[in-house]
């Protein structure tokens, strides 16, 4: 089992650069987003939490989409031209909310059934819930919302306890401190749009 505490030590050294990259909006964290599912896919599936391991996969495809998304190479501006720029951070659109919740509770309950139904997880509900929500989040982080700190706030707490009551302690520290820090991102997104408006 040494080797899958090197693994969640090295998993969370990439954490900590992923971080510090998102709270500065530098498109170089979709680079970081690579190579940690990468080591997330051992280090989870070792520790019985496989809708983790699941999103592992999911993470690396959204990182290659992040990327292109922030770079403008997909996707149109609001008025319809092809952006040639980076993405600027916004706020959510209120018209959108129903809609996200509901994606939302789709993928939880089907990551719900999953998971209780073809795994031996111990941890299904909140499992689930987190990965959900995770989802959810990355796909606002990749549209540049603001408010995917919040949604992050959430994830993190539950992952915390979740990693140190599984086993996997260097990245329950890590998500702690994620918590935190996704106050103090929101803050720091908030700022950074204010500035470019």
């Keep these: 089992m040494d080797w899958l505490l090197t693994l969640d030590a090295l998993g969370t050294i990439c954490g900590l650069v992923y ?9 170089q964290l979709w680079l970081v987003s690579m190579v940690m599912p990468a080591i997330d896919i ?35 501006g609001d008025n319809g031209s092809s952006r040639k720029k980076e993405l600027p951070i916004t706020r959510f659109p209120h018209k959108g909310i129903l809609l996200i919740f509901g994606v939302f509770i789709a993928i939880w309950g089907a990551m719900y059934w ?15 819930l987190a990965n959900s929500l995770s989802i959810v989040a990355l796909w606002m982080l990749s549209r540049k919302y603001v408010e995917q700190w919040l949604l992050w706030f959430v994830v993190d707490a539950i ?13 329950g520290i890590l998500y702690g401190f994620y918590t935190v820090m996704a106050i103090i991102g929101y803050r720091k997104w908030v ?3 204010s500035e470019k408006q």
């Design 114 to 128: 999953v998971l209780t139904t073809f795994t031996n997880s111990t941890v299904p509900f909140v499992d689930s």
């Design 191 to 193: 700022s950074l749009m």
């Design 19 to 27: 971080l510090y990259l998102e709270y500065n909006a530098r498109i």
């Design 42 to 76: 051992f280090v989870y599936f070792q520790a019985g939490l496989y809708a983790d391991f699941g999103m592992a996969i999911y993470y690396l495809l959204a990182a290659i989409y992040g990327w292109a998304v922030w770079r403008g190479i997909f996707g149109r």
């Design 159 to 171: 992952l915390c306890v979740l990693y140190i009551y599984k086993g996997v302690p260097f990245h």
